[in-house]
């Protein structure tokens, strides 16, 4: 069965995006097609930008397969202002009867959506966090194509890049440099520097920034300025799951 849907994977990958489809992303589309039964032709994968990216349908195929008890959905009202157009939503997976449930938040706005979907930012961000919420319970590493915002393009340059707080501590932390160059990737790649100061505690493995040694953090501006180059909207991905963090802070 698997060995009949990897065929038909790579058959189908090689029809619609030819030479771009190159052995590395086949590679990774035979993981894909191993662990958790995605098929190409049904539009669980895309291609884009040579990054695989996972659909809803996808998402929703796999929890099938694998009898999701359920899926409950509830707006985060307290976040949302639906007179500019901005929604936030709540999505809790249960795996089974005694999953504890695994959750995951979406949020959606004109200025983080495709000018195509203006008007349907409501359905966005509840996609979002099924999305989201789907993508922990089944352990997918890959951002869900919903999950992709504007283009870099069109979102507006952030003013809080400069209330990155990098105080000097552990003698070394948040040197001249440092923060410099942090500041200069919030400001070129336009990050909300709130998301990017609760993605770098995690990353460096500390409670606040202030415990980070230097070394930490110029491992993480190293880390972030390869992934921002190599594939933004995955990083953005990354950044907005912790958008519930940075409101629940608010």
């Known amino acids: 069965m698997r060995s009949k849907l990897l065929r038909n994977n790579l058959k189908s990958a090689r029809?619609?995006?030819?030479?771009?489809?190159?052995?590395?992303?086949?590679?990774?589309?035979?993981?894909?097609?191993?662990d958790f039964r995605l098929s190409v032709p049904n539009g669980d994968l895309l291609?884009?930008?040579?990054?695989w990216?996972?659909?809803?349908?996808?998402?929703?195929?796999l929890a099938n397969r694998?009898?999701?008890h359920g899926i409950i959905v509830e707006p985060s009202v307290e976040f949302s202002n639906p007179t500019?157009?901005?929604?936030?939503?709540k999505a809790t997976v249960y795996k089974s009867a005694q999953c504890k449930g695994f959750v995951g938040y979406g949020d959606a706005d004109p200025s983080n959506v495709s000018p195509l979907v203006h008007g349907a930012e409501m359905r966005v961000a509840e996609t979002r966090a099924v999305n989201r919420a789907l993508r922990k319970a089944y352990g997918i590493g890959i951002c869900s194509v919903e999950e992709l915002g504007s283009s870099p393009e069109s979102r507006p340059s952030p003013p809080q890049a400069k209330e990155l707080s990098l105080q000097r501590t552990n003698g070394n932390y948040g040197g001249p440099k440092v923060r410099d160059r942090l500041c200069q990737l919030?400001?070129?790649h336009q990050l909300d520097a709130t998301l990017v100061k609760s993605y770098a505690?995690?990353?460096c493995g500390t409670k606040t920034l202030r415990e980070a040694s230097r070394e930490q953090v110029e491992n993480f501006v190293a880390h972030l300025s390869d992934w921002a180059e190599k594939d933004l909207?995955?990083?953005?991905?990354?950044?907005?799951?912790?958008l519930a963090r940075k409101d629940g802070a608010a």
């Open 201 to 203: 505690i995690d990353f």
């Open 233 to 242: 909207n995955a990083l953005l991905c990354q950044l907005n799951s912790y």
């Open 47 to 51: 291609l884009l930008d040579r990054h």
């Open 186 to 188: 919030i400001r070129q």
């Open 66 to 68: 694998n009898h999701c």
């Open 53 to 61: 990216y996972v659909t809803h349908a996808g998402l929703v195929g």
């Open 15 to 34: 029809a619609k995006w030819g030479p771009e489809a190159d052995p590395r992303l086949l590679q990774t589309l035979k993981a894909y097609t191993e």
């Open 84 to 89: 500019s157009s901005r929604w936030a939503f």
